[in-house]
């Protein structure tokens, strides 16, 4: 589904490079739920915006689906974020003078959907969420946890193949956290990749595989060994 | 609070500051220069006519009957109104004009001194019976007044010497005598057309008057001339009275006036009324230039206000961090007041420097009057000032916000 | 996809409707300023006969002061109005296809109806040939007859108010009117016209109403009448009598003539200096041969129709567009980048840099499309007041030309405006925003 090989990525300010990614390699399966982990500041954002098209990379290849992504025009690289991606971010990012039926109907908007069909996928993706109820309700009126099953609507509604979720229930109390999770496996066991960054180990281990991040690198850890803790890198550092 | 991280942080946003110091500068180019009309106009107009125009009646009467194809007829009627008009109450003197000063109307020939071989210059000139200056309220600064023997004797129309050549004696104003006879000696000289066919000996030089174009540059030049005025197409007389006396007259003159002869039209204005048609264009062009100027700091108000807004919304929480860190309200209204006041100082310097250069490119277009510096000084301080008001509002709106918005989630 | 940005920028819009209410409002003052005044001095310099543009002529001939110019600050132009004698003899040839020579005057009418009182008529004497070479358009009757003109009969034309005046509006063709001592007969009543400026005799005031009767001008000659507009002369003259004048040098007639082809020109202008040649003879045309046939618009340039201040007021005019303008951009800029998180959502979500660019784009152009609008109606607003405060009538109709100008002009400031804004907010880089604060 997704392979990046030596992908480097560099934020350039005027007094301090920081080396996001470096060389980081990554293979992910079709189909398969993968975690991401590692403290804070190691680039799993960077890692998710890159893999989401959402942001450029320096060096290094990326295929997408079998697709070579690295040199794509914005145009095109739109139609795959449209098309074959569904984020889902920490902070919900709800369109806040949008209510529930509009936010979720934006991407298929943007895909230039006939209104039945949009109308449909977004039932449809309501329904697996549970909000179907609530579909003339603004993002102020909802709570956290259902507007993050919105935002997943959102994400799900254009049938995506990969689903890239950042801290999804970073903002959440621990049983929201737990429904979401569910919701994501729902999602995951119809054949929809997911790739997550949490922090929370709990969570982590309920997907397939994990991977750790530390210093822009994937680093192996053996199932059995403790997972850093986020910050405590004189405890990682094994290189 | 301090000054320096204000100045910075304008400069995070450098289009958008960019953006309105340039709008602030081109706003006050343009309103200087519609300013510089505005006083141009405002000191052609307020300028001292020479003449009690309040208190002066114009009566103007076209005749319709062609008896006053006859000019001893004609000259009979003239006779009358003026003992009719003298005498009525409250009236100082009557004339009779051939042309009205201040009306945008009149005459005028080319004269130059006598024995000069200079070109002639431009003289507006008014054919006047007797009592001229004292009907106009203007003052004679050196000489004397016309008197009858200065008219052509009765039953003729011209005076003329052996050689056929036209002599007069004549009044001119002080503006016309220092332009032929610039030592000050023009009393007792005379003036010449072109061919010296007319020759007209100046006996009383008038201090200052306005002729019928009062915003030329020769607005105040005047020649009388003692020679009746009336022709068959009409006959126009000035009428001064006491002061306040001029609405009493005007409301029986005409009734009186067509008892004498009743077959002629007549129209009765007030000399300051004839001046103010005069200048109803200019007068017009002062109202639009003001127009302009309101409307430009309105739209320029507008941009600071938005610019102000922004500023005030994108730091909603940084000012609640702020609060709860120990700002005052205080503080936080200087903290945008401030902002406002460098980057409208900051658009004024830029536009004064534009203000001259529009100023130059439009008197190269269209002749406009010189931008002084007075006015430029005034016209940053009023602007300063429009842009603290158009601040005001939003940042009083970030002097209200509350230290707990500092805590909250979008 | 077009509909959908299309809602998208109105609902932006909506969002925040007194900021966009300001926008608005800072469009529609530069639209309606400037194109108050764009039509103003539109309206003033339009051609006046746009079908006669290169046809008719006004004709200037030097016949001035072997000395001086008429104007020292013109030397080269010839004065601007005609002798009497030459324009006579300048109009009697066959040369143009049309032509005619004529002044201003006040007469007096008489009404017949006793209760009204006699009353000062503005009068032109012209040939009949004035309303063919202007386009003079009848309600009844016509021109008088070639005859007339020759012989100075005593008829007339009367404009359309003042056949409502004394006739009634009725057909009064006919029927006779008494104007100073002689009675008249109505050959013809035109149709309401007034051509703006009024182009054929622009001396005293260029924006007044035609005038009220139209008599055959050499019947000046019997009636001795006096022109009402300007004169100049520089030679005097004894005037014993009416005849001298028009013997004399002075200045006060307009001479005009229609010339269809180049070989019409070519002979008019030949015409012209063999006539001052012949004239040059007899002691008069000293000056060096200058002739004009001038161009109706060469010759409202020479008359300033359009005043100096107008075109002060034009440029300021565009310039306060421009101010508008800077405003606009400065606020759109805020308020698009205010919204950089949403646009990271939109562009995360499959929204191309070019699709957020439309519908920002979008956006500008309803706003410019509003502002436009209400614009429009603040320069109809804005021409009545410059109509009120100069007494002129600019005659303009709020029609298709002016709205599509108007609203043009909108389009492309908002364009102008709204590329810059809507670049800077589709270059946003989409990650930065997502993030949690
Ligand atoms: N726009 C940027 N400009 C400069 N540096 C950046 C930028 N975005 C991220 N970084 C840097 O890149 C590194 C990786 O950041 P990233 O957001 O990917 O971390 P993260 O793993 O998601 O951390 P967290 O768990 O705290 O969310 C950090 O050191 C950060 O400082
Ligand atoms: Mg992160």
Redesign the pocket.
């Known amino acids: 589904m997704l392979e990046m090989k030596n992908i480097s ?1 560099v ?3 005027e007094h ?1 490079e ?4 470096s060389e980081l390699t990554v293979t992910v399966e079709a189909g398969s739920f993968v975690a991401v982990m ?12 890159t893999a989401g098209l959402l942001d450029t990379f320096d060096t290094g290849t990326y295929h997408l689906d079998g697709q070579d992504v690295s040199k794509l025009k914005d145009r095109e690289m739109s139609r795959i974020r449209n098309e074959k991606i569904g984020f889902i971010f ?1 902070t919900f990012n709800l369109i806040p003078d949008l209510n529930v039926f509009d936010n979720v109907d934006v991407p298929l908007r943007y895909r230039g959907m006939p209104a039945g069909a949009r109308r449909q996928a977004i039932q449809e993706s309501l329904d697996i969420v549970g909000l179907s109820s609530r579909l003339k309700h603004l993002p102020s009126q909802l709570s956290g946890g259902q507007q993050q099953r919105v935002a997943i609507a959102r994400a799900l509604a254009g049938t995506p193949r990969l689903i890239l979720a ?2 999804p229930t970073g903002n959440l109390d621990s049983a929201m956290a737990n429904d979401i999770m569910d919701l994501l496996e729902k999602i995951n066991e119809t054949g929809t990749t997911v790739i997550m ?1 949490t ?1 929370d180990p709990e969570l982590a281990n309920r997907a397939h595989r994990q991977i750790h ?1 530390l210093d ?1 690198r994937q680093i192996d850890l053996e199932m059995d060994e403790p997972v850093p803790l ?1 910050g405590d890198r004189a405890a990682t550092v094994g290189e | 609070m301090e000054f320096g991280p204000i100045v910075r942080s304008l400069f995070h946003n450098k289009t958008r500051f960019w953006l309105v110091t340039l709008e602030i500068a081109l706003t006050l180019a343009l309103v200087i220069n519609c300013a510089v009309y505005i006083l141009d106009m405002g000191s052609k107009m307020n300028r001292d006519t020479g003449m009690d125009i309040e208190n002066i009646l114009v009566v103007h009467t076209e005749p319709v009957s062609p008896d006053f194809k006859d000019e001893t007829f004609l000259s009979q009627v003239r006779d009358e109104d003026l003992r009719l008009l003298a005498a009525q109450p409250g009236v100082l003197s009557a004339t009779a004009f051939h042309q009205i000063p201040l009306s945008g109307s009149g005459s005028s020939a080319g004269r130059r001194a006598e024995g000069s071989d200079l070109n002639t210059i431009v003289i507006p000139y008014y054919l006047v019976t007797m009592n001229a200056l004292r009907t106009l309220g203007a003052e004679l600064e050196s000489g004397r007044d016309l008197m009858a023997s200065d008219y052509p004797p009765a039953g003729q129309d011209d005076i003329r010497d052996d050689d056929g050549v036209q002599r007069f004696n004549v009044l001119v104003t002080r503006s016309f005598a220092d332009k032929l006879f610039p030592d000050g000696d023009a009393l007792g000289k005379a003036v010449v057309n072109n061919d010296g066919t007319s020759v007209q000996t100046i006996v009383g030089i008038i201090k200052h008057m306005n002729n019928s174009w009062p915003t030329s540059d020769f607005g105040s030049d005047v020649m009388l001339f003692p020679l009746k005025p009336g022709t068959a197409e009409r006959m126009r007389y000035l009428v001064r009275t006491r002061p306040g006396g001029l609405d009493a007259l005007a409301a029986t003159l005409e009734e009186s006036m067509l008892t004498t002869n009743p077959d002629r039209i007549i129209t009765l204005t007030s000399l300051a009324e004839v001046r103010d048609d005069t200048f109803s264009e200019d007068v017009a062009l002062v109202k639009i230039f003001g127009g302009v100027i309101v409307l430009l700091f309105v739209v320029t108000s507008l941009g600071i206000f938005g610019l102000a807004s922004f500023s005030v919304t994108e730091r909603t929480r940084q000012i609640g961090t702020r609060r709860a860190l120990g700002a005052t309200r205080a503080a936080i209204l200087r903290y945008f007041l401030i902002e406002t006041w460098v980057i409208t100082g900051i658009g004024l310097t830029l536009g004064t420097g534009m203000a001259f250069g529009l100023n130059m490119a439009l008197a190269s277009i269209a002749d406009s009057p010189r931008l002084e510096l007075p006015l430029l000084l005034t016209g940053i301080v009023v602007f300063w000032l429009v842009g603290m008001l158009a601040a005001l509002l939003p940042a009083m709106r970030a002097m209200m916000v509350p230290p707990v918005l500092a805590t909250r989630t979008v | 996809m077009f509909s959908y940005l299309l809602l998208t920028a109105w609902r932006s819009l909506k969002r925040n409707p007194f900021l966009s209410l300001l926008v608005v409002v800072g469009i529609a003052l530069g639209i309606g300023v400037s194109t108050t005044f764009v039509t103003a001095v539109y309206r003033l310099s339009l051609h006046p006969v746009p079908e006669k543009e290169d046809r008719l002529f006004y004709v200037r001939m030097d016949s001035w002061n072997p000395e001086r110019p008429w104007r020292d600050s013109l030397p080269d132009d010839p004065p601007d109005q005609m002798t009497w004698r030459d324009a006579l003899e300048v109009t009697s040839g066959d040369i143009p296809t049309h032509q005619t020579f004529m002044y201003k005057a006040e007469l007096t009418v008489h009404p017949e109806d006793k209760d009204m009182r006699p009353f000062r008529a503005s009068t032109r004497l012209c040939t009949n040939d004035f309303f063919a070479l202007f386009e003079v358009p009848f309600q009844y009757g016509g021109p008088w007859s070639n005859a007339a003109d020759a012989a100075a009969e005593q008829v007339l034309v009367l404009d359309h108010a003042t056949n409502a005046k004394m006739f009634g509006g009725e057909d009064s063709v006919g029927r006779t009117l008494r104007i100073e001592d002689r009675e008249f007969m109505v050959a013809g009543v035109m149709a309401p016209w007034r051509p703006i400026p009024k182009y054929y005799d622009t001396h005293n005031n260029p924006f007044e109403d035609p005038e009220e009767i139209f008599l055959p001008i050499l019947l000046s000659e019997s009636m001795e009448i006096n022109g009402a507009g300007n004169d100049s002369n520089w030679k005097g003259y004894e005037r014993n009598e009416y005849a001298d004048t028009l013997a004399s040098e002075r200045i006060w007639i307009q001479t005009w003539v229609q010339l269809d082809t180049q070989r019409q020109k070519d002979d008019y202008a030949a015409f012209l200096d063999a006539y001052a040649l012949d004239q040059r003879k007899m002691g008069r045309f000293e000056r060096p041969l200058n002739n004009w046939t001038q161009e109706t618009a060469a010759w409202m340039r020479d008359q300033h129709i359009v005043p100096a201040e107008a075109k002060t007021l034009l440029i300021i005019s565009l310039l306060f567009l421009v101010v508008c303008s800077v405003n606009l951009i400065g606020i759109l800029l805020g308020k698009f980048l205010a919204r950089a998180p949403e646009i990271g959502v939109r562009r995360a979500l499959g929204a191309s840099r070019g699709t957020i660019f439309m519908q920002h784009l979008l956006e500008c152009e309803i706003i410019a499309a509003v502002g436009g609008l209400a614009g429009l109606g603040l320069s109809v607003l804005g021409l009545w007041t410059i109509e009120a405060l100069f007494v002129i009538d600019l005659n303009f109709k709020l029609d298709l030309n002016m709205v599509g100008a108007g609203m043009l002009l909108a389009l492309v400031a908002g364009l102008l405006a709204g590329t810059y804004p809507a670049y800077r907010v589709c270059r946003i ?1 989409p ?2 925003y997502l ?2 604060q």
Do not use: I, M
Request: hydrophobic fraction near 30%.
């Open positions: 990525k934020y350039r300010t301090v920081t080396h996001a990614l590692g403290p804070s500041g190691c680039g799993k954002t960077t890692f998710l915006n920490q950042d801290e960054v922090h991040l822009g986020a | 880089p990650a930065q993030k949690a």
